[in-house]
């Protein structure tokens, strides 16, 4: 089991910046991937972006440029850095690790006021 402590979520205006955290409990398996997915009302949960051990990196379209995914192995943290917000970001963000399994975390909220 993998627990997950997700923070730094907020309101924030259409242009601004947020920066989101998630540190992962220490497991007997390594963590293979650390990522970000989201989910605005009424629709499906996607992927926001993503890291591997190896440093591979795989960004949704919708926020390259803007965000910003790192990871800290030793620590087992995965921070999401986010700039230029706008409206349709807002949603709940989800810390996901990947072991053996995928580990979710309880989301937080990301509001983009325009």
């Known amino acids: 089991q993998v627990l997950l402590v997700e923070s730094g979520g907020g309101l924030v205006q259409a242009g601004g910046s947020l920066r989101l955290s998630c540190a992962a409990s220490?497991?007997?398996?390594?963590?293979?991937?650390m990522g970000w997915y989201r989910q605005a009302p009424g629709k499906q949960r996607e992927l926001v972006a993503v890291?591997?051990?190896?440093?591979?990196?795989t960004y949704s379209d919708s926020v390259k440029g803007r965000f910003t995914i790192s990871r800290d192995n030793a620590k087992n943290t995965v921070n999401l850095q986010m700039n230029s917000l706008k409206p349709e970001d807002t949603a709940v963000y989800y810390c996901?690790?990947?072991?053996?399994?995928?580990?979710w975390g309880q989301g937080t909220q990301v509001t983009v006021s325009s």
């Open positions: 220490r497991n007997r398996f390594s963590i293979s991937a």
């Open positions: 890291i591997t051990t190896g440093d591979t990196i």
């Open positions: 996901r690790v990947t072991t053996l399994y995928h580990y």
